[in-house]
Protein backbone atom coordinates (compact mmCIF):
# COMPACT_ATOMS: atom_id res chain seq x y z
CA UNK A 1 0.00 0.00 0.00
CA UNK A 2 1.42 3.14 -1.42
CA UNK A 3 -1.12 5.53 1.06
CA UNK A 4 1.05 7.37 3.70
CA UNK A 5 -0.33 6.49 7.43
CA UNK A 6 -1.06 10.13 7.86
CA UNK A 7 -1.70 12.89 4.87
CA UNK A 8 -2.41 16.17 5.98
CA UNK A 9 -2.73 19.51 4.03
CA UNK A 10 -3.31 23.06 5.09
CA UNK A 11 -4.34 22.21 8.69
CA UNK A 12 -5.63 25.09 11.07
CA UNK A 13 -6.88 25.17 14.09
CA UNK A 14 -8.56 28.79 16.12
CA UNK A 15 -9.18 28.82 19.79
CA UNK A 16 -11.03 32.05 19.91
CA UNK A 17 -8.22 34.68 18.90
CA UNK A 18 -5.05 32.32 19.12
CA UNK A 19 -4.73 30.53 15.85
CA UNK A 20 -2.59 27.34 17.45
CA UNK A 21 -2.30 25.92 14.12
CA UNK A 22 -1.79 28.34 11.16
CA UNK A 23 -1.59 25.85 8.16
CA UNK A 24 0.28 22.48 8.32
CA UNK A 25 1.34 20.04 5.60
CA UNK A 26 2.52 16.57 6.96
CA UNK A 27 2.76 13.24 5.11
CA UNK A 28 4.16 10.34 7.33
CA UNK A 29 4.63 7.01 5.49
CA UNK A 30 3.71 3.53 6.67
CA UNK A 31 6.11 1.69 9.31
CA UNK A 32 7.48 5.05 9.81
CA UNK A 33 8.86 6.68 12.78
CA UNK A 34 8.04 10.58 12.85
CA UNK A 35 9.21 13.05 15.16
CA UNK A 36 7.28 16.17 15.90
CA UNK A 37 9.47 19.10 17.74
CA UNK A 38 8.95 22.36 18.45
CA UNK A 39 8.87 24.60 21.88
CA UNK A 40 5.83 25.05 24.00
CA UNK A 41 3.10 26.48 22.61
CA UNK A 42 3.81 25.46 18.94
CA UNK A 43 1.00 23.89 18.31
CA UNK A 44 2.02 20.04 18.36
CA UNK A 45 -0.14 18.45 20.95
CA UNK A 46 -3.36 20.23 18.83
CA UNK A 47 -1.90 18.75 15.67
CA UNK A 48 -1.68 15.49 16.85
CA UNK A 49 -5.08 15.21 18.90
CA UNK A 50 -7.04 16.44 15.35
CA UNK A 51 -5.04 13.35 14.07
CA UNK A 52 -6.40 11.50 17.19
CA UNK A 53 -9.92 12.37 15.88
CA UNK A 54 -10.13 13.78 19.57
CA UNK A 55 -10.17 17.88 18.68
CA UNK A 56 -12.12 19.54 15.53
CA UNK A 57 -9.98 21.22 12.90
CA UNK A 58 -10.76 24.49 11.66
CA UNK A 59 -9.85 23.78 8.48
CA UNK A 60 -7.68 21.59 6.28
CA UNK A 61 -7.47 18.14 4.88
CA UNK A 62 -6.71 15.21 7.06
CA UNK A 63 -6.86 11.55 5.76
CA UNK A 64 -5.32 9.13 8.50
CA UNK A 65 -5.38 5.53 7.49
CA UNK A 66 -7.34 6.22 4.78
CA UNK A 67 -10.08 7.91 7.30
CA UNK A 68 -10.83 11.30 8.71
CA UNK A 69 -10.48 11.33 12.34
CA UNK A 70 -13.36 14.25 12.66
CA UNK A 71 -15.77 11.11 11.62
CA UNK A 72 -14.81 9.41 15.13
CA UNK A 73 -15.85 6.28 13.63
CA UNK A 74 -15.36 3.21 15.21
CA UNK A 75 -13.34 1.49 12.46
CA UNK A 76 -11.11 4.12 12.53
CA UNK A 77 -10.30 3.88 16.74
CA UNK A 78 -9.83 0.41 16.46
CA UNK A 79 -6.87 0.83 13.96
CA UNK A 80 -4.90 3.34 16.61
CA UNK A 81 -3.40 3.29 19.68
CA UNK A 82 -2.71 6.57 22.17
CA UNK A 83 -0.15 6.89 24.79
CA UNK A 84 -1.09 10.04 26.47
CA UNK A 85 1.40 11.74 28.69
CA UNK A 86 -0.72 10.17 31.70
CA UNK A 87 -2.99 7.16 31.38
CA UNK A 88 -5.50 6.43 33.99
CA UNK A 89 -4.98 3.19 34.73
CA UNK A 90 -6.49 0.87 37.67
CA UNK A 91 -4.19 0.98 40.66
CA UNK A 92 -4.91 -2.40 41.86
CA UNK A 93 -5.20 -4.57 38.86
CA UNK A 94 -2.40 -6.59 38.00
CA UNK A 95 -0.13 -5.81 34.52
CA UNK A 96 -1.20 -8.32 32.51
CA UNK A 97 -5.11 -7.63 34.12
CA UNK A 98 -5.09 -3.87 32.66
CA UNK A 99 -3.48 -5.05 29.54
CA UNK A 100 -6.36 -7.73 29.25
CA UNK A 101 -9.01 -5.37 29.48
CA UNK A 102 -7.95 -2.90 27.53
CA UNK A 103 -7.77 -5.22 24.56
CA UNK A 104 -11.25 -6.30 25.32
CA UNK A 105 -12.33 -3.01 24.02
CA UNK A 106 -10.98 -4.58 20.12
CA UNK A 107 -12.28 -6.22 18.09
CA UNK A 108 -8.74 -8.12 17.03
CA UNK A 109 -6.28 -7.56 20.39
CA UNK A 110 -2.54 -8.71 20.38
CA UNK A 111 -2.01 -11.67 22.98
CA UNK A 112 -1.21 -10.24 26.69
CA UNK A 113 1.84 -11.85 26.37
CA UNK A 114 3.50 -10.58 23.49
CA UNK A 115 2.54 -7.19 24.67
CA UNK A 116 3.85 -7.89 27.68
CA UNK A 117 7.03 -9.21 25.42
CA UNK A 118 7.30 -6.06 23.74
CA UNK A 119 7.33 -3.58 26.13
CA UNK A 120 9.79 -5.50 28.55
CA UNK A 121 7.04 -6.02 31.39
CA UNK A 122 6.69 -9.54 31.34
CA UNK A 123 8.28 -9.90 34.69
CA UNK A 124 5.91 -7.85 36.80
CA UNK A 125 2.97 -9.16 34.73
CA UNK A 126 1.35 -10.31 38.23
CA UNK A 127 2.61 -7.06 39.99
CA UNK A 128 -0.31 -4.62 40.56
CA UNK A 129 0.21 -1.15 38.99
CA UNK A 130 0.18 0.67 42.14
CA UNK A 131 3.57 -1.07 42.89
CA UNK A 132 5.64 -0.32 39.60
CA UNK A 133 8.36 2.07 39.21
CA UNK A 134 7.54 5.46 37.10
CA UNK A 135 9.43 4.14 34.11
CA UNK A 136 7.40 0.66 33.94
CA UNK A 137 3.92 2.85 34.13
CA UNK A 138 4.95 4.29 31.20
CA UNK A 139 5.87 0.93 29.73
CA UNK A 140 2.44 -0.18 30.84
CA UNK A 141 1.31 3.30 29.22
CA UNK A 142 2.81 1.86 25.94
CA UNK A 143 1.10 -1.46 26.52
CA UNK A 144 -2.47 -0.06 27.04
CA UNK A 145 -2.28 1.74 23.64
CA UNK A 146 -0.43 -1.18 21.91
CA UNK A 147 -3.41 -3.56 23.07
CA UNK A 148 -5.86 -3.87 20.27
CA UNK A 149 -2.69 -4.23 18.04
CA UNK A 150 -3.19 -0.77 15.82
CA UNK A 151 -1.21 -0.16 12.95
CA UNK A 152 -0.52 3.42 14.25
CA UNK A 153 0.64 4.70 17.82
CA UNK A 154 0.85 8.36 19.00
CA UNK A 155 3.20 8.78 21.52
CA UNK A 156 3.09 11.91 23.71
CA UNK A 157 6.35 12.49 25.10
CA UNK A 158 7.61 8.76 25.89
CA UNK A 159 10.30 9.63 28.02
CA UNK A 160 9.25 12.76 29.98
CA UNK A 161 11.03 12.31 33.19
CA UNK A 162 12.68 9.31 32.84
CA UNK A 163 16.40 8.45 34.22
CA UNK A 164 18.66 7.89 31.43
CA UNK A 165 18.86 3.70 31.75
CA UNK A 166 14.86 4.41 31.20
CA UNK A 167 15.12 6.13 27.99
CA UNK A 168 17.44 4.02 26.97
CA UNK A 169 14.68 1.12 27.18
CA UNK A 170 12.32 3.59 26.38
CA UNK A 171 13.88 3.62 22.82
CA UNK A 172 14.30 0.60 22.31
CA UNK A 173 10.81 -0.35 22.75
CA UNK A 174 9.93 2.48 20.60
CA UNK A 175 12.75 0.60 17.77
CA UNK A 176 10.88 -2.63 18.22
CA UNK A 177 7.57 -0.79 17.34
CA UNK A 178 8.62 0.06 13.97
CA UNK A 179 10.37 -3.65 13.30
CA UNK A 180 6.85 -4.61 13.89
CA UNK A 181 6.06 -2.75 11.06
CA UNK A 182 3.89 -0.01 13.18
CA UNK A 183 3.62 3.49 12.26
CA UNK A 184 4.82 6.00 14.98
CA UNK A 185 4.35 9.59 15.69
CA UNK A 186 5.65 11.02 18.44
CA UNK A 187 6.37 14.30 20.08
CA UNK A 188 9.30 15.04 22.14
CA UNK A 189 10.83 18.07 23.65
CA UNK A 190 14.65 15.92 23.20
CA UNK A 191 16.55 16.23 20.49
CA UNK A 192 18.70 13.37 21.10
CA UNK A 193 16.06 11.32 21.30
CA UNK A 194 14.59 12.56 17.26
CA UNK A 195 17.77 12.15 16.34
CA UNK A 196 18.15 8.27 17.60
CA UNK A 197 14.46 7.05 16.75
CA UNK A 198 12.91 9.17 13.62
CA UNK A 199 13.09 8.65 10.61
CA UNK A 200 11.78 11.94 9.85
CA UNK A 201 11.54 14.83 12.19
CA UNK A 202 9.33 17.88 11.38
CA UNK A 203 10.29 21.01 13.49
CA UNK A 204 6.43 23.14 14.26
CA UNK A 205 7.35 26.63 15.43
CA UNK A 206 4.21 29.43 16.58
CA UNK A 207 1.32 27.26 14.83
CA UNK A 208 3.37 26.62 11.49
CA UNK A 209 6.15 23.69 9.68
CA UNK A 210 9.67 24.54 10.23
CA UNK A 211 11.07 22.31 8.37
CA UNK A 212 10.82 18.95 7.52
CA UNK A 213 13.24 16.15 6.71
CA UNK A 214 15.56 13.19 7.92
CA UNK A 215 18.03 14.76 11.15
CA UNK A 216 20.80 13.45 8.74
CA UNK A 217 19.95 16.02 6.30
CA UNK A 218 18.78 18.31 8.81
CA UNK A 219 22.11 18.10 10.17
CA UNK A 220 23.64 18.18 7.19
CA UNK A 221 22.21 21.52 6.16
CA UNK A 222 23.91 22.74 8.56
CA UNK A 223 27.36 21.80 8.37
CA UNK A 224 30.04 23.84 10.41
CA UNK A 225 31.68 21.19 13.47
CA UNK A 226 32.76 23.51 16.61
CA UNK A 227 36.32 23.18 17.76
CA UNK A 228 36.53 24.40 21.55
CA UNK A 229 39.38 25.19 23.83
CA UNK A 230 40.85 26.63 26.78
CA UNK A 231 43.80 28.62 26.41
CA UNK A 232 45.88 30.24 29.47
CA UNK A 233 44.77 33.79 30.77
CA UNK A 234 45.98 36.18 28.89
CA UNK A 235 46.78 34.12 25.52
CA UNK A 236 44.98 35.18 22.18
CA UNK A 237 44.66 32.97 18.91
CA UNK A 238 46.07 34.61 16.13
CA UNK A 239 43.17 36.11 13.78
CA UNK A 240 43.92 33.58 10.99
CA UNK A 241 42.50 30.70 12.91
CA UNK A 242 38.94 32.48 13.48
CA UNK A 243 38.23 31.63 16.80
CA UNK A 244 36.37 33.19 19.04
CA UNK A 245 35.06 33.62 22.70
CA UNK A 246 31.94 30.54 23.38
CA UNK A 247 30.57 33.08 26.38
CA UNK A 248 31.58 30.58 29.10
CA UNK A 249 35.97 31.10 29.30
CA UNK A 250 36.80 28.78 25.93
CA UNK A 251 37.52 29.84 22.32
CA UNK A 252 35.54 28.55 19.60
CA UNK A 253 36.00 28.10 15.76
CA UNK A 254 33.19 26.86 13.66
CA UNK A 255 34.75 25.04 10.48
CA UNK A 256 33.41 23.59 7.69
CA UNK A 257 36.97 21.97 7.53
CA UNK A 258 37.49 20.37 10.49
CA UNK A 259 40.38 18.86 10.05
CA UNK A 260 41.95 21.83 8.64
CA UNK A 261 41.30 24.06 11.05
CA UNK A 262 42.18 21.69 14.01
CA UNK A 263 45.78 21.63 12.49
CA UNK A 264 46.22 24.89 11.71
CA UNK A 265 45.33 25.37 15.76
CA UNK A 266 47.42 22.58 16.86
CA UNK A 267 50.27 23.55 14.25
CA UNK A 268 50.16 26.64 15.98
CA UNK A 269 49.84 25.31 19.76
CA UNK A 270 52.88 23.61 19.57
CA UNK A 271 54.80 25.76 17.94
CA UNK A 272 54.14 28.27 21.30
CA UNK A 273 54.63 25.63 23.56
CA UNK A 274 50.52 25.87 24.57
CA UNK A 275 48.43 23.47 26.00
CA UNK A 276 44.96 22.84 24.77
CA UNK A 277 43.28 22.11 27.42
CA UNK A 278 39.58 20.74 26.90
CA UNK A 279 40.20 20.56 23.49
CA UNK A 280 37.35 19.12 22.08
CA UNK A 281 35.49 18.50 18.65
CA UNK A 282 31.56 18.86 18.33
CA UNK A 283 29.71 17.71 15.16
CA UNK A 284 26.52 19.67 15.03
CA UNK A 285 23.73 17.93 16.52
CA UNK A 286 19.88 18.22 16.05
CA UNK A 287 19.47 20.18 18.40
CA UNK A 288 21.97 22.66 17.32
CA UNK A 289 19.56 22.89 13.86
CA UNK A 290 16.67 22.97 16.42
CA UNK A 291 17.92 26.04 18.24
CA UNK A 292 18.32 28.16 14.85
CA UNK A 293 15.45 27.83 13.37
CA UNK A 294 13.63 28.14 16.33
CA UNK A 295 15.71 30.55 18.28
CA UNK A 296 14.75 34.31 18.86
CA UNK A 297 13.84 36.42 15.45
CA UNK A 298 13.98 33.41 13.47
CA UNK A 299 11.37 33.87 10.65
CA UNK A 300 10.04 30.24 9.96
CA UNK A 301 10.58 29.96 6.22
CA UNK A 302 13.36 32.44 5.39
CA UNK A 303 15.17 30.19 8.07
CA UNK A 304 14.69 27.14 6.48
CA UNK A 305 15.41 28.21 3.12
CA UNK A 306 18.88 29.67 4.68
CA UNK A 307 19.62 26.57 5.90
CA UNK A 308 19.34 25.14 2.20
CA UNK A 309 17.03 22.01 3.71
CA UNK A 310 13.78 20.68 2.43
CA UNK A 311 11.41 23.55 4.07
CA UNK A 312 7.47 23.02 4.81
CA UNK A 313 6.36 23.24 2.08
CA UNK A 314 8.95 22.16 -0.49
P1 LIG B 1 3.79 21.93 24.59
O1 LIG B 1 5.14 21.56 24.06
O2 LIG B 1 3.89 22.97 25.65
O3 LIG B 1 2.94 20.76 24.96
P2 LIG B 1 2.35 22.27 22.05
O4 LIG B 1 3.29 22.46 20.92
O5 LIG B 1 1.79 20.92 22.24
O6 LIG B 1 3.04 22.77 23.39
P3 LIG B 1 -0.39 23.21 21.95
O7 LIG B 1 -0.76 22.59 23.26
O8 LIG B 1 -0.93 22.57 20.73
O9 LIG B 1 1.20 23.35 21.82
O10 LIG B 1 -0.84 24.74 22.02
C1 LIG B 1 -0.74 25.63 20.91
C2 LIG B 1 -1.39 26.95 21.29
O11 LIG B 1 -2.79 26.79 21.46
C3 LIG B 1 -0.87 27.55 22.59
O12 LIG B 1 -0.84 28.94 22.42
C4 LIG B 1 -1.92 27.16 23.59
O13 LIG B 1 -1.99 28.10 24.64
C5 LIG B 1 -3.19 27.17 22.77
N1 LIG B 1 -4.19 26.19 23.24
C6 LIG B 1 -3.99 24.85 23.35
N2 LIG B 1 -5.12 24.23 23.78
C7 LIG B 1 -6.04 25.21 23.95
C8 LIG B 1 -7.42 25.22 24.38
N3 LIG B 1 -8.05 24.09 24.70
N4 LIG B 1 -8.04 26.41 24.43
C9 LIG B 1 -7.42 27.55 24.10
N5 LIG B 1 -6.13 27.61 23.68
C10 LIG B 1 -5.45 26.45 23.61
Request: net charge negative.
Amino acid sequence: MTEPAIHVRGLRKRYGDVEAVAGIDLDVARGEVFALLGPNGAGKTTTVEVLEGYRERSAGEVRVLGHDPARGERAYRERIGIVLQSTGVEPYLTVEETVAMFGGYYPRPRPVAEVLEVVGLVEQRRTRVRRLSGGQQRRLDVAVGLAGDPELLFLDEPTTGFDPGARRQAWELVRRLRALGKTVLLTTHYMDEAQQLADHVAIIARGRLVVVGTPEALIAANPETAITFVLPAGVMPPFELGAAHDGGGAWRIASVEPARALHALTAWALAQGLPLDALDVCRPSLEDVYLQLTGAGCDEGASAASLGVEDAHG
